[in-house]
C-alpha cells in the first residue's frame, strides 16, 4: 500500500524554540496533506490542511502564526511548531490522500510526539 | 454537515472470541466511503477495513467484518477470533466520493483483548 513517512518521530526541544516536522508521500503525489494533534486517549483533531503550491487551510482556534506549514511539492508538506511552549506537547500525525484516485483511504505517517520542555 | 459517532468508548473481549465495535454515522449524500482505522499503541494509524457505500455487499478482510445499514446509517465493525494484537484504539471514519477533503473520525473506540 501506499506509505506516508513522516520525520522525526520523537523531538524534545527547549521552550522558546521553533521545530519543524516533515510529511512525505514515497509512492503517490498528494494535492492535499492533512495534519492533526491528537492528545491521550482522544481521536485525532484536524488541525491544519496543507495544500499544495498554495496557503493552508486552517480549523477555528489554530494559530496560523504559530504553526506554520508549506506545502512546497506533491510528495512533501512540513508543520512549523513556532516559539514552541510546553502547551504545545503532543502527537502530530500527518495524512496523506492519493490525487488520482479521491476515493481511496486516507494514508497516515507514523507520528511526531513533540515535548517542549 | 457530516458526523460521525462511536458511542462505545471502551470495549474489552476475551481471547479467541468475538466482539462487535459500533459506528453511525449522519449524511445527506448517497455517494460515500466509510472506514476503519486502528491505532495501536504505537500510535501508527492502520486502515483495517473500508466500504463503498454504493456496495451493498458487507466487506471482509480476513477476521475483521463490516455490517453496514446503509438506511440506518449503521457501520459497525466485527473482529472474530480476537488476537491480543488487536488491542488498540478503533475510529470509523467516514467521506464523501470524491471530495478532496479530510475523513471525518468518530472519538474512538478502546478495545482491549484479555488473555
Known amino acids: 500500500g501506499a506509505v506516508v513517512s513522516q520525520h522525526p518521530s520523537r523531538v524534545i526541544c527547549k521552550s522558546g524554540t521553533s521545530v519543524k516536522i516533515e510529511c512525505r508521500s514515497l509512492d503517490f503525489q498528494a494535492t492535499t496533506m492533512f495534519w492533526y494533534r491528537q492528545f491521550p486517549k482522544q481521536s485525532l483533531m484536524l488541525m491544519a490542511t496543507s495544500n499544495e503550491g498554495s496557503k493552508a487551510t486552517y480549523e477555528q482556534g489554530v494559530e496560523k502564526d504559530k504553526f506554520l506549514i508549506n506545502h512546497a511539492s506533491l510528495t512533501l508538506s512540513t508543520l512549523t511548531v513556532t516559539s514552541a511552549h510546553p502547551e504545545d506537547s503532543s502527537f502530530y500525525i500527518c495524512?496523506?490522500?492519493?490525487?488520482?484516485?479521491?476515493?481511496?483511504?486516507?494514508?497516515f505517517g507514523q507520528g511526531t510526539r513533540l515535548t517542549v520542555v | 454537515a457530516q458526523t460521525v459517532t462511536q458511542s462505545q468508548p471502551e470495549m474489552s473481549v476475551q481471547e479467541a472470541e468475538t466482539v462487535t465495535l459500533s459506528c453511525t454515522y449522519d449524511?445527506?449524500?448517497?455517494?460515500?466511503?466509510l472506514f476503519w482505522y486502528k491505532q495501536p499503541p504505537s500510535r501508527q494509524m492502520i486502515l483495517v477495513i473500508r466500504?463503498?457505500?454504493?456496495?451493498?455487499q458487507n466487506a471482509t478482510e480476513n477476521r475483521f467484518s463490516v455490517n453496514f445499514q446503509k438506511a440506518a446509517k449503521s457501520f459497525s465493525l466485527k473482529i472474530s477470533d480476537s488476537q491480543l494484537g488487536d488491542t488498540a484504539m478503533y475510529f470509523c471514519a467516514f467521506i464523501l466520493g470524491g471530495s478532496q477533503g479530510n475523513l471525518i473520525f468518530g472519538k474512538g473506540t478502546k478495545l482491549s483483548v484479555k488473555p
Open positions: 495524512s496523506a490522500r492519493d490525487r488520482r484516485n479521491m476515493n481511496t483511504e486516507a494514508f
Open positions: 466500504q463503498e457505500a454504493y456496495k451493498q
Open positions: 449524511t445527506s449524500e448517497s455517494n460515500y466511503y
